[in-house]
């Protein structure tokens, strides 16, 4: 659930950036109707701060409601435009933490597909090559650790580092299921999962350059989530 004390996962604050380690379960942009999404709770929390004044929070990127882990915002028009230029061109990097119970053949490699988002669904599925609205995707993994867990199939858990060279819909859990490594707790790519796991993904760590300063800023989180726990 979404911790109320928003300053309790603050990471980072000055005039140009917020840090902020969003918990699994929550939406960074429109929350169905009643329910709270991050933006608006940073907005509420920056508007005490200013005494009722309108804050200007830029969302710059995003992670899947069920996913926890780092993002930034851009607190001013200038740092959110440098922050979302960091992102695009890949100058802004991000790490990810996930967990399977499937073992790879090779302990670490390289998956190059290419998706394509479906209408309905909100999913991602591999398309071939050349298929209209489908885009190249790729990323490296390699194994971390193993732990046995006799809540799974396979009887253990492993613990992988993702690193993303695209940023497509969905990317990591489209491919990873591709690959016949689908991460836990997966509702939508491991419908045969019954562990009870929650989903097992963080974006664990966050680098990029301050808008304003140049400073590298390089943030990074330990996953609550259930599914790294005894990693």
Do not use: W
């Amino acid at each position: 659930m979404f911790d109320n004390d928003i300053k309790s996962r603050i990471l980072y604050e000055d005039g140009e950036v917020l840090v902020y380690h969003k918990p699994a379960g929550i939406a960074v942009q429109n929350a169905r109707i009643g329910a709270m999404d991050l933006e608006s709770a940073l907005k509420n929390y920056l508007s005490q701060k200013s005494q009722g004044k309108i804050p200007y929070l830029a969302v710059v990127h995003r992670l899947d409601q069920p996913v926890e882990g780092v993002l930034v915002f851009g607190l001013t028009p200038k740092a959110a435009a440098s922050l979302s230029n960091q992102i695009s061109n890949k100058t802004a990097t991000k790490k990810y933490l996930a967990v399977t119970d499937r073992e790879p053949a090779e302990k670490s490699g390289i998956l190059e597909d290419y998706l394509k988002k479906e209408s309905k669904g909100n999913i991602s599925k591999v398309a071939q090559a050349g298929t209209k609205g489908a885009k190249k995707a790729r990323l490296s993994y390699k194994v971390l650790k193993e732990v046995e867990d006799n809540r799974t199939e396979t009887g253990k858990r492993i613990l992988m580092e993702i690193q993303l060279e695209t940023g497509r819909h969905h990317q990591i859990r489209v491919q990873m299921s591709n690959a016949g490594m689908p991460l836990l707790g997966d509702r939508k790519y491991n419908m045969s999962d019954h562990s009870g796991l929650p989903l097992g993904l963080c974006s664990c760590q966050l680098v990029f350059s301050h808008p304003k300063t140049g400073k590298k800023m390089d943030f990074s989180v330990i996953p609550e989530n259930m599914a790294f726990a005894g990693f």
